[in-house]
């Protein structure tokens, strides 16, 4: 509450304002060492679980992608090593030894699990097909189960031929994962849903179990998807300029200080159709995506092309492909940030190289004589 909410946010962004990469990043791989080493020492957990730790309190943090980013080497690394140290754990001699107990935990995680997963989700009120894709997806264990089977053995609690069980019954899982997911591709399930009246009417399961979102009042607006590093100055110009607008923001902190400054702020996903709805696009003057997320932010241009064909709408995209990928779900204008800072430094370079011109013809005509002689 008090380290994790207040201190190491504080910390990263005390950091990202240094401007270097290299100390961020150094940072990030601190924080995540130290809270592991100080969770292993205090609670007496594993490393492993105090990484865990780690990781949900730098989920706290509004830096928290620019540090998930910021640590993909040193994750992929650090996958090799872990699974590498699984492979070297794992005792073949189980599959020989044991084959009716591997077998029946591959029942539990492939079959016994899934079931549990689809009925779960049928009891939410979700269709048969979206519960199916949804189990089989989670028909496999993963790195999580290692880190308890090692705890459970740890504390004697768990045999250790139990942990080359639970060891192999996740690398067959995690192997027989795809290939279930593919053979779930390929059946005609939502035909067959279709045929039977699985479909109901109404709104999607998805917006079930939820409350309904209010239709903005507002109209002839601009509609602001995004409150990040570019969003917030979007915002602060549309405020400066008194035009009518609205933001919608994923993210609940953030989303709660929009409001602090009485802008009127939509909680969700710019790509859920509901969203959408509630900011009343038909009647809107435009909308700016300013998320750097082009799936996203392609879904969101795609829907409110439907809601208004005459909107304007501005994007933004870090490279050619998100350009294109906007532009083809039909966005008005995108705006490639590396483009517009190449645009800018010419024009500056344009504009004092003019600068210099004028002053070196003063200087020529002022002192022609001497610079004959």
């Known amino acids: 509450l008090i380290v994790g909410k207040k201190l190491i946010p504080a910390i990263l962004h005390y950091v990202a304002h240094t401007g270097s990469r290299e100390l ?14 100080a969770a292993a020492e205090l609670f007496g957990i594993s490393l492993a679980l105090g990484a865990f730790f780690a990781g949900m309190i730098l989920s706290e943090s509004r830096l928290s992608q620019q540090a998930a980013t910021e640590s993909l080497p040193m994750r992929d690394a650090f996958a090799v090593l872990f699974f590498v140290s699984v492979g070297m754990l794992f ?35 979700h269709q048969a097909p979206t519960a199916l894709s949804i189990s089989v997806s989670l028909a496999q264990i993963g790195e999580f189960s290692f880190i308890l089977a090692g705890l459970g053995v740890s504390l004697a609690i768990l045999p250790e031929s139990a942990r080359s069980l639970i060891l192999a019954g996740a690398i067959i899982s995690i192997l027989l994962n795809p290939l279930l997911i593919e053979l779930l ?12 009246g699985e479909f109901e009417p109404g709104p999607p399961p998805e917006a079930r179990g939820r409350e309904p979102i209010p239709l903005t009042r507002l109209t002839d607006h601009v509609v602001l998807v995004g409150h990040g590093r570019v969003g917030s100055v979007v915002s602060q110009a549309l405020r400066e300029a008194k035009l009518p607008f609205l933001v919608i923001e994923a993210d609940h902190d953030a989303a709660a200080d929009i409001r602090r400054h009485s802008i009127e702020t939509i909680t969700g996903n710019a790509a859920d159709p509901e969203v ?52 083809k779900h039909g966005a008005t204008t995108v705006i490639m940030g590396e483009e517009q800072i190449a645009r800018a430094m010419i024009e ?9 011109r004028e002053a070196v013809d003063t200087r020529g005509s002022t002192t022609a004589p001497a610079l004959s002689e």
Not at 309 to 315: E, K, M, Q, R
């Open 24 to 37: 961020f990043r150094l940072a990030v791989l601190s924080i995540a060492l130290g809270v592991a080493y």
């Open 91 to 125: 005792d073949p001699r189980i599959l020989i030894e044991a084959p009716a107990a591997l077998l029946a935990t591959l029942f539990i995680i492939l079959i016994a699990k899934t079931a549990a997963a689809y009925l779960v989700v049928r009891l939410f009120g």
């Open 185 to 196: 591709d390929r059946l005609p399930l939502w035909h067959v849903a279709a045929e039977t």
């Open 276 to 327: 959408v709805r509630s900011a009343n696009l038909g009647a809107a003057r435009c909308l700016l995506v300013a998320i750097p997320d082009a799936f996203e932010g392609g879904q969101a241009v795609m829907q409110a092309r439907q809601a208004n064909p005459d909107l304007l709408i501005i994007a933004r995209a870090h490279s050619e492909e998100e350009v294109l990928h906007l532009k």
């Open 348 to 356: 500056d370079v344009r504009q004092a190289v003019l600068a210099g």
